[in-house]
């Protein structure tokens, strides 16, 4: 297998124009390493990479993918292909993972196994994108990342900027007026970080989501997310973008006890779905989440003042 992996990292190296002896330094080059790294199976191993079948799943539903270069990030996005509405975008953000998953494949592969926000979009009626984490959907080697960039700093200013920017590419291409955040887990932090600097958003949907970064480590004895922003830490976002944030009544991953000083600080009201814990059964609730969504939706678009959430 290492050897698989180095062959992987020597092809990666070559074809992005990396530095080395008679490694081509040149566009053309980078551009054809990145495109077999995020679009042909990884030789490192014997089955379909996370990123693979991730790339099957969306291709089942009929979505279609391209990848936006930020500064320092790759970030593919996967579109429903439904046409707008009143100009309104939604846009999912896949939750977090485990750096013990993620380097069970080699090279380490992040792209989640569940897929359950893909699972989601594909659910939605509405125009909806995928948006792509960094360092995921086989982009590890071809952006150089590092485990710190799935652990520590996995809700840096660095990640947080770079989704911003190719949001907001995709938000000039498209015309989006609106724009609608669904993060779950991990994604949910991204989501909430996101929304703060993002005056294109107009509601923020969290599900099972990590809005503490110092509470959920200290739950799970863990590191503290060094390099990470913490949005804990934010200040209230703005009156006009609506906010709900769902959790599992039981999930023990995520509880919704870690998120209470977050969401007194928004003025918040967590909503606890019976039943649920962190993994299931979010699809099975995707109506009810959406049917809360639509109440709030009108006026979120008009600007007006922020909606209580209530249950």
């Known amino acids: 297998a290492s050897m698989r992996y180095a062959l992987v990292l020597y092809l990666a190296a070559f074809l992005a124009g ?14 054809l390493g990145f495109a077999i790294l995020l679009g042909l199976p990884l030789l490192a191993g014997g089955c379909a990479s996370p990123a693979r079948s991730y790339d099957k799943l969306a291709a089942a539903a009929d979505f279609t993918a391209t990848v936006y270069q930020a500064a320092r990030f790759h970030h593919k996005i996967y579109r429903n292909g439904v046409p707008l509405r009143s100009g309104v975008l939604h846009v999912f953000i896949e939750g977090d993972a485990a750096v013990a998953t993620a380097v ?23 125009a909806a994108i995928l948006l792509g984490r960094a360092c995921y959907h086989g982009a590890f080697v071809a952006d150089q990342c590092e485990i710190r960039h799935l652990g520590r700093e996995r809700y840096s200013a660095e990640i947080v900027n770079s989704m911003i920017s190719a949001l907001r590419s995709e938000i000039q291409q498209a015309a989006v ?4 955040l669904f993060g779950y887990s991990g994604g949910g932090a991204l989501a909430m970080l996101m929304a703060a600097k993002m005056p294109e958003v107009s509601v923020v949907v969290t599900l ?25 830490g934010l200040a209230p976002l703005a009156p006009s973008v609506a906010q709900l944030h ?14 209470r000083k977050a969401l007194a600080r928004q003025g918040a009201i967590p909503l606890i779905l019976p039943g649920i814990d962190h993994d299931c059964c979010w699809e099975e609730q995707w109506p009810e989440i959406m049917r809360r969504l639509q109440r709030f939706l009108p006026r979120a678009m008009t600007q007006s003042e922020r909606p209580m959430a209530c249950v």
Request: no cysteine.
């Open 18 to 31: 990396k530095p080395g002896p008679g490694f081509p330094k040149n566009a053309l080059g980078r551009t």
């Open 104 to 126: 069970e494949s080699s090279p380490p592969d992040p792209t989640p196994r569940r897929a359950l926000m893909l699972r989601l979009m594909k659910r939605d009626s509405d």
């Open 177 to 180: 007026k609106r724009v609608v």
């Open 208 to 232: 099972a989501a990590n809005l503490d970064n110092d509470a959920l480590t200290a739950y799970h004895g863990s590191p503290a997310l060094s390099g990470s922003d913490n949005p804990a």
């Open 246 to 259: 769902f959790f599992g009544e039981l999930d023990e991953i995520v509880p919704v006890s870690l998120a």
